[in-house]
């Protein structure tokens, strides 16, 4: 059985770094093909894709938030670290990890229950 | 970047009504395509990958079709749990990952 969650701080304020860790289990992120990926969903509005990390470590970002997004794993740990650099009220938000089972496939099949972060001073 | 476009945003419906959902992508995707169904306060649940690949467990009336540019979800008969929001997603390992603006589907 798959699970993944979510947890960081509720509250950061405008400028500081975000730091999001994804404790999953009943998968291994070193297993050839899978992947594991942060999405955000600010209250209201749409789905928003932001990064993705996959077994052999190749890391894809979005291109709008790249050069503020690093996506790492402990396959060790079992875990997925996503950090947001210069944060802003705009960034205020639900943010999920998932997981994708095929490099090639990459859909998300499992979600955790998100976190919600919320951006203010 | 790929950009996906929903239709309609909001769409009303009865319980039993077939429903059909598009999506366009602004460029070709094959058939790298996912929908997603996502209910107040909770994660989106898989429906629907590679364009029309049922995940396991989905209803068999959710279906997808399409491929290049333009795609499309359809339910045969609307059921009380079907109503949330519909979210398109484009993916391939060669670009970025993007969603669509969703669609409601509200009660009539």
């Known amino acids: 059985q798959i699970t993944l969650k979510e947890s960081g701080p509720t509250l950061v304020k405008p400028t500081q770094t975000l730091t999001l860790t994804c404790t999953f289990s009943?998968?291994?992120?070193?297993?050839?093909?899978?992947?594991v990926g942060w999405i955000r969903q600010p209250p209201g509005k749409a789905l928003e894709w932001l990064a993705l990390?996959?077994?052999?470590?190749?890391?894809r970002y979005s291109p709008s938030l790249k050069s503020r997004l690093t996506i790492t794993k402990d396959t060790s740990k079992n875990q997925v670290v996503l950090t947001m650099t210069n944060m802003d009220p705009v960034d205020t938000a639900t943010y999920y990890c998932?997981?994708?089972?095929?490099?090639?496939?990459?859909?998300?099949?499992?979600w955790g229950q998100g976190t919600l972060v919320t951006v203010s001073s | 970047d790929i950009q996906m476009t929903q239709s309609p945003s909001t769409l009303s419906a009865s319980v039993g009504d077939r429903v059909t959902i598009t999506c366009r992508a602004s460029?070709?995707?094959?058939?790298?395509l996912a929908w997603y169904q996502q209910k107040p306060g909770k994660a989106p649940k898989l429906l629907i990958y590679?364009?029309?690949s049922l995940e396991s467990g989905v209803p068999s009336r959710f279906s997808g079709s399409g491929s290049g540019t333009e795609f499309t979800l359809t339910i045969s008969s609307l059921q009380p749990d079907d109503f949330a929001t519909y979210y398109c997603?484009?993916?391939?390992?060669?670009?970025?990952?993007?969603f669509g603006q969703g669609t409601k589907v509200e009660i009539k």
């Open positions: 998932a997981h994708s089972s095929n490099y090639y496939d990459s859909s998300f099949d499992y």
């Open positions: 009943g998968f291994s992120l070193s297993t050839s093909g899978v992947g």
């Open positions: 990390i996959y077994w052999d470590d190749d890391k």
């Open positions: 460029q070709s995707i094959s058939s790298w």
């Open positions: 590679k364009a029309s």
């Open positions: 997603q484009q993916y391939n390992s060669y670009f970025s990952w993007t």
